[in-house]
């Protein structure tokens, strides 16, 4: 007679089956990381003010160059699609 079910699994078995579960959790953890947009937006976030902040910190002739710059670009894009509609 052939035995059935999860009363009579060995301890190897029920070791396999926790090790399976816990693979499972670990990457439904990971998927729900790579899909949830608005965590990572606001990790994203948070890692750029970090940076923002070290920079201000150590060198804030650098940030400001670093606006100007940001700035110049923009604005030169904006002229340029500006030219572009005009025409």
Request: charged residues 25%.
């Amino acid at each position: 007679m052939r035995l059935r079910g999860w009363a009579h699994m060995t301890s190897e078995a029920w070791s396999e089956a926790r090790n399976a579960r816990a693979e499972l959790a670990a990457t439904l953890d990971a998927i729900e990381h790579k899909l949830n947009v608005p965590r990572r937006v606001r990790l994203s976030a948070h890692r750029l003010g970090r940076k923002v902040r070290a920079v201000r910190d150590e060198n804030p002739l650098a940030l400001v160059g670093i606006a100007i710059g940001a700035a110049v670009v923009i604005g030169g894009g904006v002229w340029v699609a500006v030219r572009m509609l005009s025409k």
